[in-house]
């Protein structure tokens, strides 16, 4: 069935640019599905950054949509973020997940175990 | 504060029924489908509900959604202690374009 997972670096210095990659197993990124990132920060609730679709449309949370961008690799199969100029506010743990469809308004059916990014010097 | 308004905490004995509310607006749960994840301890969120009260395969006929106006509610009967963790709705709002979940909700079983 189809799987998510997370990578990237746990540690991301203040002012640098997070960077995070969604890899899909069993199933293809060009599926007719859109792809997000949700993050979490500790002890806190879940916030949505943004989704895609492989042709490479975009929808971003507006609080994030001058710093962040999220884009598709189909020959890895892959979907990445980034987001840039961080501070310790963006501390949390990023998870990627699945559209039930096409559109960002549509739920998350299918999520990754998550993967916790700490902004530190 | 959360765009959607959830109870913070909410607690039954087994067996009994909890209901968690939802609060929005009219750009969010009024005008669209209302969404709720359950999420246990250090795990990523599950799929409980979709388009206000449909279930996924899998999920038990025990938990229930439904919606009116601005607000949604989740409910679940014969409370099991495997169903504490966090819960929370979802929505898409159409003015802002934005995903928004609420705050979520604590579901303890005493």
Known sequence: ?121 | QSVLTQPPSASGTPGQRVTISCSGSTSNVGNNYVYWYQQLPGTAPKLLIYRNDQRPSGVPDRVSGSKSGTSASLAISGLRSDDEGDYYCAAWDDSLSDVFFGGGTKVTVL
């Not at chain 1, 990659?21 to 993050?39: A, E, H």
């Not at chain 1, 962040?68 to 020959?75: A, F, G, L, P, Q």
């Open chain 1, 1 to 121: 069935q189809l799987q998510l997972q997370e990578s990237g670096p746990g540690l991301v210095k203040p002012s640098e640019t997070l960077s995070l990659t969604c890899t899909v197993s069993g199933g293809s990124v060009s599926d007719s599905y859109y792809w997000g990132w949700i993050r979490q920060p500790p002890g806190k609730g879940l916030e949505w950054i943004g989704s895609l679709y492989f042709t490479g449309s975009t929808y971003y949370t507006p609080s994030l949509r001058s710093r962040v961008s999220i884009s598709v690799d189909t020959s890895k199969n892959q979907f990445s973020l980034k987001l840039r100029s961080v501070t310790a506010a963006d501390t949390a743990v990023y998870f990627c997940a699945r559209h039930v469809g096409v559109g960002a308004h549509q739920p998350f059916d299918i999520w990754g175990q998550g993967t916790m990014v700490t902004v530190a010097s």
